[in-house]
């Protein structure tokens, strides 16, 4: 039986840890997978101020934005941190829904942008929001929250760290570059495609930007082209996983990745 994803390599860029679920799916649908983690998750632990912040006041939201999140907040702080749990993205609300939390709502878009648009948070004078989330990032998030009325407390549970490749994926990597067939770089974010870039040498990274690169949404499209892409660039419809597997899905069934 032909499978969908038959023939196409894929270079999985996540952090091992996130990249568990989208592997299986990838492989479930046939294709050859090369995890090459640019990041590594690391928890960061509240301190003394964050704490006493937290136990200031009731807090209307909780606002989680992503399973990353999730795990490295629930580790240190008693659940449920406020009345009410947000999710950006269904992975994130998964990932609550897996340690009995309710999720009040989420969405469909796994971005700030969606969150934002979400009738819950148009007016939030005098609501306290915890926005749970990693070190550094955006910005965008929590100012809008600020600029709705919210008094918000920005809670930096877990951090990323550069991380280099293992002499396995490198060499399994220079060897996909090197062949003919189709090859599909998939990265979830701007944070995920530098580290990448500037783990291959001058060689093997002309053949990398050459390649297809599948992205979830335009701002990380917009950053590989400042960073020299010069493949197709794709973007699926969120970063979760589904979606970025039904890119795959589409471009395998379309004209082949440049070889």
């Known amino acids: 039986m032909t499978l969908p994803l038959d023939g196409v390599t894929i270079v999985v860029t ?24 640019t990041l590594q998750i690391d928890r960061t632990a509240l301190d003394d101020a964050a704490r006493a912040r ?13 399973a990353n999140a999730v795990e490295s907040a629930l580790e240190q702080c008693p659940a449920p941190l406020a009345t009410r749990h947000a999710a950006v993205g269904r992975a994130t609300a998964r990932a609550l829904e897996q340690r009995g939390i309710k999720v009040d709502t989420h969405p469909e878009s796994a971005n700030s942008e969606g969150l934002l648009a979400l009738p819950e948070f148009a007016a939030l004078a ?3 929001v915890l926005l749970v989330k990693g070190s550094g990032g955006r910005e965008l998030l929590r100012d809008a929250l600020r600029a709705r009325g919210a008094d918000v ?19 399994q990597l220079h060897a ?49 082209e400042r960073l020299g892409w010069t493949g197709p660039i794709v973007a699926a419809a969120t970063a979760e996983d589904e979606a ?16």
């Open 176 to 224: 996909a570059l090197t062949s003919p067939g189709p090859l599909v770089v998939v990265v979830t974010s701007v944070e995920v495609l530098k580290p990448l870039l500037e783990h291959v040498g001058d060689d093997d990274g002309a053949r990398l930007r050459s390649r297809t690169l599948l992205v979830p949404g335009p701002r990380v499209a917009a950053a590989g």
């Open 126 to 128: 005098g609501r306290g």
């Open 244 to 259: 970025m597997l039904a890119a795959l899905t589409d471009l395998a069934a379309g004209p082949s990745p440049p070889a």
């Open 153 to 171: 407390l920005e809670l930096e549970v877990y951090r990323r760290s550069v991380t280099a490749p293992t002499a396995a994926a490198t060499a």
């Open 14 to 37: 996540r952090p091992a840890a996130q990249a568990t679920r989208f592997l299986a799916l990838a492989r479930a649908a046939g294709a050859l997978c090369i995890p090459y983690p």
């Open 54 to 66: 937290l136990q200031s006041r009731a807090w209307d939201w909780a606002v989680f934005t992503s």
